[in-house]
């Protein structure tokens, strides 16, 4: 299976331009000037740092407080799923299922997914190439829409001021997940789908 890299050819992650690799050190692409790279640098070691570290903030997100709710004589506080099963109870069945999708299906969904691509990559799988690249779309698509997830943590903050008399505060277990949403994205650009398909080309 023929592939650009193995006519010398690579597209700029910039313009997406396609540029001839002249052999030299450090090409560049001749539209933008931009640094030429048959495959992302260090694409599969940058991945796996970025996912594992969602992976360790995903713990604090979902453990601790994402509102912390004080009363003149009442404190209390809330992770993502005792807000969830409040919303639940309340009758907010919409919303409920809004935060869980939103809050803890996308992010392990798309976690899962990384993992899965990483694995299959530095195993070099040649099965389902297509179905893979499907896959990280996906991803990339879903990352697209993560603000949703700390769109869904505010609309949380506004209901609950709205219903009650009490001072709501972000907890830090909602800085944690902000920062799961933020380190997904930045995983699923830095890793490569070409990648998936070289392992299939060397079973041409």
């Known amino acids: 299976m023929a592939s650009a890299m193995t006519h010398g050819l690579a597209s700029c992650h910039t313009c997406g331009m396609l540029s001839r690799l002249d052999g030299a050190a450090a090409a560049h692409c001749p539209r933008c000037a931009a640094r030429l790279h048959?495959?992302?640098?260090?694409?599969?070691?940058?991945?796996?740092?970025?996912?594992?570290?969602?992976?360790?903030?995903?713990?604090?997100?979902?453990?601790?407080?994402?509102?912390?709710?004080?009363?003149?004589?009442?404190?209390?506080?809330?992770?993502?799923?005792?807000?969830?099963?409040?919303?639940?109870?309340?009758?907010?069945?919409m919303i409920a299922a809004l935060v869980f999708i939103a809050s803890i299906v996308v992010p392990m969904t798309k976690l899962l997914a990384l993992?899965?691509?990483?694995?299959?990559?530095?195993?070099?799988?040649?099965?389902?190439?297509?179905?893979?690249?499907?896959?990280?779309?996906?991803?990339?698509?879903?990352g697209r829409w993560s603000m949703l997830d700390i769109y869904v943590v505010a609309l949380t903050v506004t209901l609950v001021q709205v219903g009650t008399l009490a001072s709501i505060e972000v907890g830090p277990g909602a800085l944690a997940f902000g920062a799961v949403v933020v380190v997904t994205m930045i995983a699923a650009r830095s890793f490569d789908p070409r990648l998936i398909w070289d392992a299939a080309g060397e079973a041409e």
């Open 115 to 142: 993992t899965w691509l990483l694995i299959s990559v530095q195993m070099k799988s040649r099965a389902k190439p297509y179905q893979r690249t499907q896959l990280y779309r996906m991803v990339e698509f879903i």
């Open 38 to 93: 048959a495959r992302k640098p260090d694409s599969l070691s940058r991945t796996w740092a970025l996912v594992v570290l969602a992976y360790v903030l995903y713990i604090p997100a979902n453990l601790l407080p994402i509102l912390e709710s004080r009363a003149l004589l009442t404190a209390e506080s809330n992770t993502i799923m005792s807000g969830i099963l409040l919303f639940w109870e309340g009758g907010s069945w």
